[in-house]
């Protein structure tokens, strides 16, 4: 399997703030990554495919840069709902796995 | 509209059996994959077993072979997930999600998991 790994694990940031999260591959994938969000009590949701493709209905100020082996979420500026966790995900090979996930939470 | 509901929550016995459901609407069922997704609790996210309800073909991660059995009943669009003989490592949150991606599954591709069902929790306790 593909080892998906996202650093940092979690972090604190204020609502406005520019954040970055970053997603490495145990093998290079090219741009076979996916991210998603995950609110509190609730279903993951798909925001970006193909590393950069940003789903529709998702705010542009989401963005997802990389190939490779390394990748990142990017959200432009915080809004209260953005407080969430974030996970990456390869679809590179057919046994898809997830990275432990990004927990975004409030200053 | 697309959607996945799934069933509520269930409590079971270790030992005991289990069958959860995934239903599809606003899309024409039988043309797309839908992946069970499992979330033990405080953890992250991995992938359990994937069908094809137009034909049942269906595929499980190495980590849940022998442990499950994914099913689809096509005239009312309907996956299933089960279990024969829980466990109490089995408490979890269970998702269904649709697979966007061709019929034809192959490495190297561009697919993703959406949308997701709302989740069914499952708790095996004695």
């Known amino acids: 399997d593909i080892q998906m790994t996202q650093s940092p694990s979690s972090l604190s940031a204020s609502v406005g703030d520019r954040v970055t999260i970053t997603c490495r591959s145990s093998q290079r994938i090219g741009s076979f990554l996916n991210w998603y969000q995950q609110r509190p009590g609730k279903a993951p949701k798909l925001l970006i495919y193909a590393a950069s493709s940003l789903q529709s209905g998702v705010p542009s100020r989401f963005s997802g840069s990389g190939s490779g082996t390394d990748f990142n979420l990017t959200i432009s500026s915080l809004l209260p709902e953005d407080f969430a966790t974030y996970y990456c995900q390869q679809s590179y090979i057919t046994s898809w796995t997830f990275a432990q996930g990004t927990k975004v939470e409030i200053k | 509209e697309v959607q996945l509901v799934q069933s509520g929550a269930e409590v079971r016995k270790p030992g005991e059996s289990l069958k959860i459901s995934c239903k599809g609407s606003?899309?024409?069922?039988?043309?797309?994959?839908i992946v069970w997704v499992r979330q033990m609790p405080g953890e992250g996210l991995e992938w359990m077993g994937i069908?094809?309800?137009?034909?049942?073909?269906?595929r499980y991660s190495p980590s849940f072979q022998g442990l499950i059995t994914v099913s689809a009943d096509k005239t009312i669009n309907t996956a299933y997930l089960q279990w024969s003989s829980l466990k109490a490592s089995d408490t979890a949150m269970y998702y269904c999600?649709?697979?966007?991606?061709?019929?034809?599954?192959?490495?190297?591709?561009?697919?993703?998991?959406?949308?997701w069902g709302q989740g069914t929790l499952v708790t095996v306790s004695s």
């Open positions: 069908i094809y309800p137009g034909d049942s073909d269906t």
């Open positions: 999600a649709r697979f966007g991606g061709p019929r034809l599954i192959s490495s190297a591709a561009y697919n993703w998991f959406d949308p």
């Open positions: 606003g899309y024409t069922f039988t043309n797309y994959w």
